[in-house]
């Protein structure tokens, strides 16, 4: 198993940055699938981004791509999100989930693909 904790959350001004960072205990992430999701008050869980287990291919949402950049360090076991240009709508929690190496059905967007999470990170964007 696996733990994750992230912090980084804020408030932060339309137009602004925030840095997002996800710290996994318990098990190397070297072999996972690490990714970001949000869910916003009465929203559903929204996939963000993903990254592979050698950080070579990375997959974003069309609503943050170009403004969101997920990366990874395997040997501080921490996936980031460096989020800029942040806009109104991207206030959320932002969860970050891992997958173990394995099949699966699940395509990387869904929420079911990912046997852990973290508790989630509150980010507000103003207007």
């Known amino acids: 198993q696996v733990q994750l904790v992230e912090s980084g959350g804020g408030l932060a001004q339309a137009g602004g940055s925030l840095w997002l960072s996800c710290v996994a205990s318990g098990r190397t992430i070297s072999n996972y699938l690490m990714a970001w999701f949000r869910q916003a008050p009465g929203k559903e869980r929204e996939f963000v981004a993903a990254i592979n287990w050698s950080g070579g291919s990375t997959y974003y949402a069309d609503s943050v791509k170009g403004r969101f950049t997920i990366s990874r360090d395997n040997a501080k076991n921490t996936v980031y999100l460096q989020m800029n240009s942040l806009k109104p709508e991207d206030t959320a929690v932002y969860h970050c989930?891992?997958?173990?190496?394995?099949?699966?059905?699940?395509?990387?967007?869904?929420?079911?693909?990912?046997?852990?999470w973290g508790q989630g990170t509150q980010v507000t964007v103003s207007s």
């Open positions: 989930a891992a997958a173990p190496r394995g099949f699966t059905a699940q395509p990387i967007m869904s929420p079911y693909k990912y046997d852990y």
